[in-house]
């Protein structure tokens, strides 16, 4: 069973950058995904970008198309998500998904990752 740890959360003025990183503790050998959900405060969990462990197929959230980018380190077992732009509607615990079984259902469903770590707080303000 894979356990995932997130890093890199903190405070950023709008317009800033930041990088988070979600490393696991196990071997991911199938073409599984990978990705980065959002919540925040009285809202679903959101969508924010996934990528497939061995082909590197990426999708994105179109709240954040364009301005975040996905991206791993397999030799690490390393997630990224590097955040430009940011907003203050960025804010949000941001939360490292793994998928371990076959899923016919959507890249960004929420059922096709079953295992998720504790979130790191990211907080967009002035």
């Known amino acids: 069973q894979v356990q995932l740890l997130e890093s890199g959360g903190g405070l950023v003025q709008p317009g800033g950058s930041l990088r988070i990183s979600c490393v696991a503790s196990g071997r991911t050998t199938s073409n599984h995904f990978r990705g980065w959900f959002r919540q925040a405060p009285g809202k679903e969990r959101e969508f924010v970008a996934t990528?497939?462990?061995?082909?590197?197929?990426?999708l994105y959230g179109d709240s954040v198309s364009g301005r975040f980018t996905i991206s791993k380190d397999n030799a690490k077992n390393t997630l990224y998500l590097q955040m430009n732009n940011l907003k203050p509607e960025d804010t949000a615990v941001y939360y490292c998904?793994?998928?371990?079984?076959?899923?016919?259902?959507?890249?960004?469903?929420?059922?096709?990752?079953?295992?998720w770590g504790q979130g790191t707080q990211v907080t967009v303000s002035s």
């Open positions: 998904a793994s998928q371990s079984r076959d899923y016919i259902g959507g890249y960004d469903s929420l059922q096709r990752y079953d295992t």
């Open positions: 990528i497939s462990w061995i082909e590197s197929v990426i």
